[in-house]
């Protein structure tokens, strides 16, 4: 698994997992739920800048976050801009782009054995139907960890083509986006089984 976590002295670096785990999920569901305008998306966005500053991370970090998200962002903003409008493409792509911000934001500030240990203890209680907390928590924070790495394995995918001047269509650009994935897998659980 790649880490993502960046050592730091900031605010949000010393907050508790659960707390941070928290404010995600009270964040991601007020961007969902609450009934934006252009306005109240561009002060999300911008409280979102604060977050990254309060963290103590340059502004390079965010960029380079950002960077990550660009086909999805241009992907979702385009498909919105032609079948919707323009407002409606701002608001929306305003939103997902917030979230999955703000999901990095508590991977770059959160070690991920404290952020499973936090959501192990928040789903110990599903154990009584059935549940499985260690696998629930595992997924979950694995699934936070990839949302950039997913992104910067279609940025690669798009670099190749146009180093290559060719354009792939979606199923191979697709295809070739899960291999990258598939290899990075492979290589860090052959990393973590070398013979001794």
Not at 174 to 185: K, M, Q, V
Request: with cysteine.
């Amino acid at each position: 698994m790649i880490a993502l976590y960046r050592p730091g002295t900031g605010i949000l670096h010393r907050l508790p997992a659960g707390v941070k785990l928290a404010a995600l999920a009270i964040g991601a569901l007020l961007l969902s739920l609450y009934p934006h305008d252009p306005i109240s998306i561009a002060v999300s966005l911008l409280i979102l800048v604060g977050l990254y500053g309060v963290s103590g991370m340059p502004l390079r970090v965010l960029l380079v976050e950002m960077w990550r998200l660009r086909w999805i962002v241009l992907v979702l903003t385009a498909a919105l801009v032609i079948f919707v409008s323009p407002v409606a493409a701002w608001i929306s792509t305003g939103r997902v782009l917030a979230v999955l911000l703000l999901a990095s934001l508590l991977t770059l500030t959160t070690r991920m054995a404290d952020l499973l240990e936090a959501l192990h203890r928040l789903l110990r209680p599903l154990r009584r139907v059935g549940a499985d907390p260690e696998a629930m928590a595992l997924t979950i924070s694995l699934t936070l960890a990839t949302i950039p790495v997913i992104a910067g394995f279609a940025a690669r995918v798009r670099e190749a083509e146009q180093a290559r001047d060719v354009r792939l269509g979606v199923r191979t650009t697709a295809a070739n986006g899960i291999c990258l994935a598939r290899l990075s897998g492979d290589q860090a659980f052959n990393a973590g089984h070398r013979p001794s």
